[in-house]
């Protein structure tokens, strides 16, 4: 069966018709039309975005001790799914994603950083991949390799400990980048947002204490900014609330840093991305309003969480030949960000899913 699907479509807000060609858009009705192949208009009217977009999630395993389970696997990127999220990048899993995820027809398309790189003293003890830092360069080619392109580092953990060496995060850097990949730096202490800056990795997760003044290097060399706040907002509360201490003091500085490069980010031409970085899957409408709180234009933080973050991740937005994904709602999300997270349609794969 052919789809007919019209609607405005965002950012460009013109209004357009496509058709589906098997998991393609098309924007002429495909050949064999009355030939067995019936046309059914799903989406006629509305607002058209590509499909919504989770740049920092870690389906597959809600807590560190419960271990990686796909059957949780599974569920999370169907909540994902079902949310309008048919895009997922997963910095960092306890396991490498199994090949099911990439041939399920019904699930969000992946892009996976195989498991959390870590050195000694920064991360979850055995939840990652535990080396020593003269095996990081090695060890990021081959996750970087075995993934889909990307690779993650743990940059630095603890708030009053040393980051990863420049020299080391660089070397690690490098090697990936020669061979074509990505890499993902967590990074919650000033040392470790700099070095993961200076050594030209491809995304801050988070960036806590993050210098403003490295913003325009960050743009220069295309560094993109995911803070992941929803995730801390409800942590900041929990920590205004405790006696005073030079943790409490790092960590709330550390949080205020994070919402106010939003915006600074933003003027200075860095791409900002919505990741969540928590649960339950299938929030990012929600990070996306809290970039958009946090000082991001609509617009763009709409795109955050769409068009901006797969072109990022090398897909186009909705164009003849693009895939088939793509979330319609009755209200432009850029005029009323609250509908969001209340998709009219999804269509996944060339697939009413919704």
């Known amino acids: ?109 992946v892009r996976s950083a195989g498991r959390w790189l870590a050195t000694p003293g920064r991360f979850f003890p055995g939840v990652g991949r535990d080396l020593r830092e003269d095996r990081l360069p090695g060890a990021a080619v081959e996750e970087a390799t075995a993934a889909s392109g990307w690779c993650k580092i743990i940059g630095d953990w603890r708030w009053d400990e040393p980051a990863v060496p420049l020299d080391v995060m660089t070397a690690a850097v490098d090697a990936v980048h020669a061979i074509g990949g990505r890499v993902a730096v967590h990074c919650q202490t000033a040392e470790g947002s700099r070095n993961a800056v200076l050594s030209g990795a491809d995304s801050l997760e988070h960036g806590m204490h993050l210098d403003p003044g490295l913003l325009e290097l960050m743009a220069r060399q295309g560094t993109a900014y995911i803070p992941t706040l929803g995730a801390f907002a409800e942590s900041a509360e929990v920590w205004r609330g405790r006696e005073r201490s030079a943790k409490r003091s790092a960590w709330l500085a550390g949080w205020e840093g994070m919402v106010a490069n939003v915006r600074a980010a933003y003027e200075a031409g860095v791409t900002v991305l919505a990741g969540t970085d928590t649960f339950p899957c299938g929030t990012v409408a929600a990070e996306s309003r809290q970039l958009f709180d946090a000082g991001l234009p609509a617009g763009e933080a709409v795109g955050a969480a769409s068009w901006t973050a797969r072109k990022w991740l090398g897909l186009p937005g909705l164009a003849d030949g693009a895939p088939a994904d793509l979330v319609a709602y009755d209200r432009d999300p850029t005029a009323h960000p609250e509908v969001l997270g209340r998709p009219a349609r999804i269509v996944l794969r060339g697939r009413v899913v919704r």
Do not use: C, K, S, Y
């Open 1 to 109: 069966m052919i789809m007919r699907i019209r609607g405005v479509v965002l950012p460009e807000r013109v209004e357009r018709t496509f058709w589906t060609d098997g998991e393609v858009l098309r924007t002429e009705p495909p050949a064999g039309r009355g030939a067995g192949r019936e046309v059914e208009t799903v989406v006629d009217g509305g607002w058209l975005v590509p499909g919504l977009v989770d740049v920092h999630t870690h389906p597959g395993a809600e807590e560190p001790e419960h271990g990686f389970d796909e059957a949780a696997l599974r569920r999370h990127l169907e909540a994902h799914r079902d949310a309008g999220v048919l895009l997922v990048r997963t910095p960092g899993t306890m396991r490498r994603m199994p090949g099911w995820v990439d041939t399920e027809p019904g699930l969000p398309r």
